[in-house]
């Protein structure tokens, strides 16, 4: 099935900017997710991107964070501005078969079968 390898990472200042990446092999024609957990919660969709284009995002990180998919380099990207203390989790990326993830559907951890171990994003002053 391949891998995914999450990067970007690190510690920013509120306000500040992140960009993570996530490099991926094998299947690379589905539905593509960032999800991010705080340690005792549960797995929160943040952004999603079908085979299409056509992207999801959380009502939490609208306007704020912007994910983009590069096929010809099977990268996954989330940008990240103005990032607040709220935003401190382990961020992964994550894949699924399905082509046509879209809305409540594409931020649904169920519907992804692939995922990366993550990368740590803290954000504080």
């Known amino acids: 099935q391949g891998q995914l390898v999450e990067s970007g990472g690190g510690s920013v200042q509120p306000e500040g900017s992140l960009r993570l990446s996530c490099a991926a092999s094998?299947?690379?024609?589905?539905?593509l997710g960032w999800f991010r957990r705080t340690p005792g919660t549960e797995r929160e969709g943040v952004a999603a991107?079908?085979?299409?284009?056509?992207?999801t995002y959380g009502d939490s990180v609208k306007g704020r964070f912007t994910i983009s998919r590069d096929s010809a380099k099977n990268t996954l990207y989330l940008q990240m501005n103005s990032l607040q203390p709220e935003d401190t989790a382990m961020y992964y990326c994550?894949?699924?078969?399905?082509?046509?993830?879209?809305?409540?559907?594409?931020?649904?951890?169920?519907?992804?079968?692939?995922w990366g171990r993550g990368t740590q994003v803290t954000v504080s002053s």
């Open positions: 094998g299947f690379s024609a589905g539905s």
């Open positions: 994550a894949r699924s078969w399905s082509l046509y993830l879209r809305g409540s559907q594409a931020l649904a951890p169920n519907n992804y079968g692939d």
């Open positions: 991107v079908d085979s299409t284009g056509v992207t």
